[in-house]
């Protein structure tokens, strides 16, 4: 939300407490409009997994600048999907990395990202951009992320969203990944679909599931990947947030699961 909309959102709010001080929604309002872009944020996640330690998955400190731009650092050791191979195997994969985005419009945001990663084999940077278009009968997203491994070779993904609302409290999201990841070359789909409700007291619960194949230069026959998950989101101390994780895969090593707990921080403007 611009700075602008927001002082005209709180503007609005402040016209209904003159006329009723005991307005709680139009309180509520004015503090949500008030407190949409936050001066700075901090997130923690900590989780384990079926095939590592537990510890330290995720750790994200960031700043708004103005209303439009924020600026990030983040260091993530998640084995989320853009690197699958290692994320079955249960091998860390440190990453380090700093990230802006500017939200061009009300509807059309972008960001960008440069990191380091540390994988067991050396090290690799990494190279990621993001385009978030809204004000359609849904929101599209579409992002990329190359990395350049120290070996020659690269771990690319590319992915395309589609969030789309219905009702009153629900959205559904369909995700589409292509991952091309590790000196053997392991090609990866997926294709997830989420539900997400968002509850009136600001609770939102996702759920889903998907399907995708892997597949490698020396195998001829690709083998499937089935995922499952499910995030609990809750408001606690007015606008912080407690989040709750849990993910289950079924792909050619077996399965896998990863259980993350996480906070996230906000500082009001």
Do not use: C
Request: aromatic share 10%.
């Amino acid at each position: 939300m611009h700075s602008g909309n927001v002082r005209q959102a709180v503007a609005s709010f402040d016209s209904a407490l003159a006329i009723d001080a005991g307005r709680h929604d139009a309180d509520a309002g004015r503090r949500a409009a008030f407190n949409a872009t936050p001066r700075g944020e901090a997130a923690i996640w900590y989780g384990s997994t079926s095939n590592a330690d537990s510890g330290l998955r995720l750790a994200e400190f960031a700043w708004w600048v103005g209303g439009d731009t924020r600026l990030s650092a983040r260091y993530d050791n998640s084995l989320s999907l853009d690197n699958p191979a290692l994320a079955r195997q249960g091998e860390s994969a440190e990453t380090y990395s700093a990230g802006a985005l500017y939200q061009f419009t009300d509807n059309i945001s972008g960001n960008v990202e440069i990191g380091r990663r540390l994988l067991p084999d050396g090290d690799q940077d990494l190279y990621r951009g993001e385009v978030v278009l809204g004000g359609l009968p849904g929101r599209l997203t579409l992002g990329a992320q190359l990395g350049a491994h120290e070996l020659g070779y690269d771990d690319n993904l590319w992915y395309l969203g589609v969030g789309i609302p219905f009702l009153d409290h629900w959205q559904v999201e369909s995700n589409n990944y292509f991952s091309t990841t590790g000196i053997d070359r392991d090609d990866e789909w997926r294709s997830v679909l989420n539900v997400i409700y968002t509850a009136g007291a600001g609770w939102e619960l996702l759920a889903g599931g998907g399907y995708g194949e892997v597949s490698t230069v020396d195998t001829l026959n690709p083998q499937s990947v089935k995922v499952a998950h499910a995030m609990l989101s809750v408001p606690i101390f007015g606008f912080h947030r407690l989040n709750v994780m849990f993910r289950h895969e079924d792909g050619p090593a077996g399965d896998f699961n990863v259980a993350m707990l996480g906070m996230t921080l906000r500082l009001p403007k």
